[in-house]
């Protein structure tokens, strides 16, 4: 009741919510997660996110996807976390975790 899960192909997420009937709901956070390939967002898909009125965007990334994808980002969103984990040892891949704010939201309790 909480929490809606929408999979599908980022590039028709606009689709994928009318399907849904998705409707913000103004007393509760959005946050939004997205999990990438290794070349990142594609352009339309980041600059679909920045218009999204997402509280919150949680980017996991194991390429260097973030990097090419921060600049446009940065248009809505702040950096307030960044976080790494190795899931792969003995590789050159490290899984990075990004939350991102919106400008002007509520603080993020962490």
Known sequence: ???TLICGNMKRLAQLLRKAG????????LVALVDPPRCGLDS???KFLVKMD???L???ACG???SRNMRDLEAGYDLVRLCFADHFPFTHFLE???IFKRHQSPALSM
């Open 22 to 29: 998705w409707a913000r709901d103004p007393q509760r956070s």
């Open 54 to 56: 997402c509280d919150y």
């Open 64 to 66: 260097d996807g973030l």
């Open 58 to 60: 949680v980017y996991i």
């Open 1 to 3: 009741e909480n929490v």
């Open 44 to 46: 339309v898909t980041t």
């Open 96 to 98: 990075k975790i990004a």
